[in-house]
């Protein structure tokens, strides 16, 4: 127990050093693009350009300019927005990141959960049709990106359910309704789910035919323990071993469907201001993305030691 | 291809039978088949699998989950593979009384220490919550044993119990086994390479060749007075006891015949010494060559009064 919060210590003084080190490429690329925020056809006197760039201390070297940062950023300070003058970035962010995270979430719901149950099905009726129907799903789904799909469900949930069902049942893109999580979330998770469907597939298969599945038949367990309590779980422990990239995974490709489906999580904003020239939000993104890639690794290291006991810290 | 045909014999409660043979002559495919566990893609083809007045090949689902670990158990050759490496090793004895209608859940949960103890397993207090790779190997096989016995089933089956294991615990695990058996009252089918083993420990003596019985009786006699010419040269191959003990130490001029082509007739005549025309194109049934002694040979028939009576058998 002891040795697991030391480890977990440790792993979050490295997300930390990770996070800033990633927000600081960042910083340094940015700065080196030509023109910021305050340039654009409605801006006439330098005079008012000079003022911007003071209030944001834009007119210091950039050295000074990166150490404010970073001492910032160490106290959860990312700043202010530079379009939106008087808007901080912590704040906004954190609300947005609480969006991204549950459609994350579920979508993470609907890969393990929907990979799992099409695999274990795969594995345990290996070369019939229902393994033929669901590793054939599995590849489709595995080769079609979610922006792809996103589009698809729009316009199936979002035109055709309308029509067919004469206006009655139909999604509406945006956010603030539990009934706008599902079909943004399966759009995300799906093409994770057929990747931890085909690797579920395969680890089952071979952990039935393992020595101590033959042991748990030979006890005289129920068929039911046996997949489940013995081979499933043992299965489990590759398939936890993805989870890392998989996240990840799901995180790269909400930038992409919430700005399909109009939910205002983080991925939304990092397009919007990339495209307004806010910098200082674009670099406020980027350090959220960071942390949360590091916390999600984490997590599924920690759960990992559960799952199998020969692995400790 | 049929791996094992027509095996039947014997066994007295509380009697110790040894099953040898050759690698690949179906001791592990007999033994299996009591528990029909026949591994894919092996199927029982036609007739009967009977234990007392069971056919275990008859039996539903459900029934044959009910007579497996609970009638007959079975101890795997490798127990480093036949425990499940993400279960504590208490659990997976509990498991296989809580299996069975013979206890009660909570009479399954006080019981296994002390069945880990009576496997001799040192400082079983403390070990119940031990996982199997906290284990030295010959504990994981007492542990595999305190599950096999830990129902108290009529009938144990060790395949290759200590082929897996160093020779310094090989004689106490086989000490154990035989123990065991004495105070449940439980038969033992042993199945192993070695013959001394075989010598000291069992009552009867059944040898397999190419699937099939060749010569069964009891020990002394198979030892004093072996009759078929293939138990000759397995006791030929045995390794003498002022040698260095190796368990797999059997050669014998020749190959076992490959299951897809079996020669006709005596399966043993391309290697046997002894063959007639007979023995190219008929085989032999098993007969009565001494009281109590079977053998599978028409040279050793012509001693017999009636093989025709015989072959009933
Ligand atoms: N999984 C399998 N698939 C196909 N054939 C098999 C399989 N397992 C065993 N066999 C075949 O069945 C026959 C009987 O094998 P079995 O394992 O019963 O032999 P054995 O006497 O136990 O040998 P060993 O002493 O090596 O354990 C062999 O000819 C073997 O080739
Ligand atoms: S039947 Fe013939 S070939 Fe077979 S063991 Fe006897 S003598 Fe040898
Ligand atoms: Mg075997």
Not at chain 1, 157 to 171: D, L, R
Not at chain 1, 197 to 221: C, F, Q
């Amino acid at each position: 127990m002891r040795g697991t919060l030391l480890y977990i210590g440790q792993r979050l003084v490295l997300i930390a050093i990770t996070t800033v080190l990633v927000s600081s490429i960042v910083f340094v690329l940015l700065h080196q693009i030509p023109g910021n925020a305050f340039l654009n056809e409605t801006r006439t006197s330098p005079e008012s350009l000079a003022a911007d760039l003071r209030h944001y201390g834009l007119d210091k070297p950039l050295g000074t300019q990166y150490v404010n940062w970073v001492s910032g950023v160490l106290h959860g300070n990312l700043g202010e927005s530079l379009v939106n003058r008087g808007v901080m970035i912590t704040p906004l962010l954190v609300r947005e990141a609480s969006v991204s995270a549950t459609v994350g979430f579920f979508a993470l719901l609907v890969t393990v959960g929907l990979g799992l149950i099409l695999g274990v099905i795969a594995a345990l009726r290996q070369n019939t049709w229902a393994d033929y129907v669901a590793s054939s799903a599995a590849v489709v789904g595995y080769s079609v990106p979610s922006f792809v799909i996103g589009i698809f469900f729009l316009l199936i949930f979002g035109h055709y359910f309308f029509e067919w069902t004469q206006g009655t049942v139909f999604y509406n893109v945006g956010w603030g309704d539990w009934t706008q999580i599902p079909v943004p979330a399966i759009a995300l998770g799906l093409p994770y789910a057929s990747y931890v469907a085909r690797l579920t597939r395969a680890s089952m298969l071979e952990t039935i035919r393992t020595d101590y599945v033959r042991t748990a038949w030979a006890k005289g367990l129920k068929a039911r323990i046996v997949v489940l309590r013995h081979a499933l779980r043992n299965a489990l422990i590759p398939v936890v071993t993805i989870l890392g990239p998989l996240i990840t995974g799901i995180i790269t490709g909400s930038v992409v469907i919430e700005n399909i489906f109009g939910i205002p999580g983080l991925g939304k904003e990092f397009v919007t201001s990339i495209l307004a020239r806010d910098y200082n939000i674009v670099i406020g993104v980027f350090t959220f993305y960071a942390a949360l890639v590091g916390l999600a690794n984490l997590t599924v290291d920690v759960i990992y030691p559960a799952l199998d006991p020969r692995i400790r810290y | 291809m049929t791996a094992v045909d027509g095996i039947s014999f014997e066994i007295d409660r509380g009697e110790i039978v040894g099953i040898v043979g050759e690698s690949g002559s179906g001791k592990t495919m007999t033994a299996l088949s009591l528990l029909r566990l026949i591994p894919e893609p092996g199927r029982i083809t036609g007739g009967r699998i009977l234990y007392g007045e069971k056919d275990i090949a008859q039996m539903t689902d459900e029934e044959i989950r009910e007579f497996r670990g609970n009638e007959v158990a079975m101890i795997f050759q490798d127990p480093m593979t036949s425990l499940n490496p993400v279960l504590r090793v208490g659990f997976q004895v509990e498991e296989a009384m809580a299996a069975h209608a013979r206890f009660t859940r909570q009479q399954s949960r006080d019981r296994v220490l002390p069945m880990l103890q009576r496997v001799r397993i040192p400082a079983a207090k403390e070990r119940v919550r031990d996982y199997p790779h906290q284990f030295s190997g010959g504990m994981r096989q007492r542990a595999m044993i305190a599950m096999g016995v830990s129902n108290e089933p009529s009938l144990l089956i060790a395949d290759e119990p200590t082929t897996a294991l160093d020779v310094t615990v090989q004689a106490s695990i086989i000490e154990l086994l035989r123990d065991l058996s004495r105070e449940l009252r439980a038969s033992v089918i042993l199945i192993t390479h070695n013959m001394a083993l075989v010598a000291s420990l069992c009552n009867r003596v059944i040898v397999m060749y190419a699937g099939r019985i060749v010569e069964e009786g009891p020990t002394r006699a198979i030892f004093k007075n072996p009759q078929h010419p293939y138990t000759w040269s397995l006791l030929r191959s045995m390794p003498r006891v002022d040698e260095v003990e190796k368990e797999r130490l059997i050669s014998i001029k020749g190959l076992p015949p490959d299951l897809g082509r079996m020669p006709p007739g005596c399966k043993f005549h391309p290697r046997c010494k002894f063959k007639v025309d007979r023995c190219l194109t008929e085989e032999p049934p098993l007969g009565e060559v001494d009281p109590g002694q079977l053998a599978r040979c028409w040279v050793l028939m012509k001693n017999i009064q009636n093989p025709e009576a015989e072959a009933q058998r």
